[in-house]
């Protein structure tokens, strides 16, 4: 199957810190990447659809200015948490679109944040 | 309404037992459904798309109800590699929904 990767794995940082995430498609192309952000517990929630080349949609509710995102490349979607406070600290998973009639996300490995 | 609904669980089940759960969903026009799986602290995989007439995969079958808007899975012979989270997932009009899913506990 499609594999998506994210790196860094874990990330422990400063309040007030900005921390970058990336994600990529190793073996497609990826259109739309998707952010989405999981409390424990909690089911995921989608933060931002990033569309590679334009603009991101933002879910409502979530910073754009927080929360930047950059897809730059077929392959790479990256997240930025500006000047991130400890409730940012989640669980981040990007996932891309497969492409093909099913709709099928893969998704990264995830990103732990810890913000102390 | 949240979009889609589940049973938290947990359901504890021994080994090699049969166990099904549903989940509900609210808008009417979605099309694409799915099970994922997600272990502790990892990221969710694809266990299975579900399709209108039902489907099996294995010792997993997903049955999709329009008419009362749920989908369900049914995992037989539960094996202890079973325990995880069973996230519902179903394709909205512009993004995926999902369940805050179904943990399931298979003991020895």
């Known amino acids: 199957g499609a594999v998506v990767s994210q790196h860094p794995s874990w990330v422990i940082c400063k309040s007030g810190t900005s921390v970058k995430i990336e994600c990529r498609s190793l073996d497609f192309q990826a259109t739309t990447m998707f952010w989405y952000r999981q409390f424990p517990k909690q089911s995921l929630m989608l933060m931002a659809t990033?569309?590679?080349?334009?603009?991101?949609?933002?879910e409502q509710g979530v910073e754009k200015d927080k929360f930047l995102i950059n897809h730059a490349s077929l392959t790479l979607s990256t997240l930025t948490v500006t000047s991130a406070h400890p409730e940012d600290s989640s669980f981040y998973i990007c996932?891309?679109?497969?492409?093909?009639?099913?709709?099928?996300?893969?998704f990264g490995p995830g990103t732990r944040l810890t913000v102390l | 309404r949240k979009e889609v609904e589940q049973d938290p669980g947990p359901f504890n089940v021994p080994e090699g037992a049969t166990v099904a759960f549903n989940c509900t969903y609210s808008?009417?026009?979605?099309?694409?459904f799915f099970w994922y799986r997600q272990d502790c602290r990892k990221e969710p995989k694809l266990l299975m798309s579900v399709y209108s007439s039902g489907n099996e995969d294995g010792r997993f079958t997903a049955q999709l109800n329009r008419a009362s808007q749920y989908i369900s899975l049914l995992i037989r012979d539960s094996k202890l590699s079973d325990s995880a989270t069973y996230l519902c997932v179903v394709n909205g009009p512009l993004k995926l929904s999902f369940g805050a899913g179904t943990t399931v506990t298979v003991r020895a």
């Open positions: 990033s569309n590679e080349g334009s603009k991101a949609t933002y």
């Open positions: 808008n009417s026009a979605s099309q694409s």
């Open positions: 996932s891309a679109e497969a492409g093909g009639p099913t709709d099928t996300q893969y």
